[in-house]
């Protein structure tokens, strides 16, 4: 697998944090040290943030996500909100399946994969998140549970559209514990997917596909994370709300 086929994406999850005024000052702080990255940069910003984050990331490298999205273009779904609503916004990029969304808030693999479906058919860009849980890495069965949501997340998903997914590793052990998968841990798991997108899909689209790291990821582990030849790029959470912290690891991503 070669990794200079693909490009870093670091990517920002803000989660329930910062007001639209937050928003504002951290993007304009962060602005001036990312320009130069030679990695995708994104932050995914809660909705009432989006149009704060797309107007302050105007004509900068810095892309914009949503943090979930409704598999329904519209209807009785009080609280939720559409992919179209998203992308008429200039939203480019939702983040599917966060462990935070299947754990607190009943979201499935059958409600990721038909999330993720309507972020595609959006002509959007997916972070599919997906990783299993310290009991299920205890009873040895992590390959199992990636392996299955990986499969039903990505049914009906055709090899020319894996350029608009991103998957994303996040053991949930490893995600605001402050526990972190080791590097040869994050790279073993990223390494199975890849080749479970070999088997998939192809070889060449396996070579081509991104598969980021998302358990704690820091300014300190950075560096020797992304070192790994499986790991490309991260979803970061905690330190993605510290502007140095996250231009730190952006930087990481560049080398």
Known sequence: MNKELRKAVIAGNWKMNKTPLETAELINELKPLVKDADCDVVVCVPYVDLQTALYCAENTNIKVAAQNCHWETSGAYTGEISTTMLKEMGVEYVVTGHSERRTYFGDTDITVQKRTRAALDAGMTVILCIGEYLEQREQNITFEVVSMQTKIALEGVKEEELDRVIIAY??????????????????????????????????????????????????????????????????????????????????????
């Open 170 to 255: 996040e053991p949930v052990w490893a995600i605001g514990t402050g526990k972190t998968a080791t590097a040869e841990q994050a790279n073993e798991v990223n390494k199975f997917i890849r080749e479970l997108i070999a088997e998939l899909y192809s070889p060449e689209a396996a070579d081509k596909f991104v598969v980021q790291y998302g358990g704690s990821m820091n300014a300190q582990n950075a560096e020797e994370l992304l070192a790994q030849p499986d790991v490309d790029g991260g979803l970061i959470g905690g330190a993605s709300l510290k502007v140095a912290d996250f231009a730190t690891i952006v930087k990481a991503a560049s080398k």
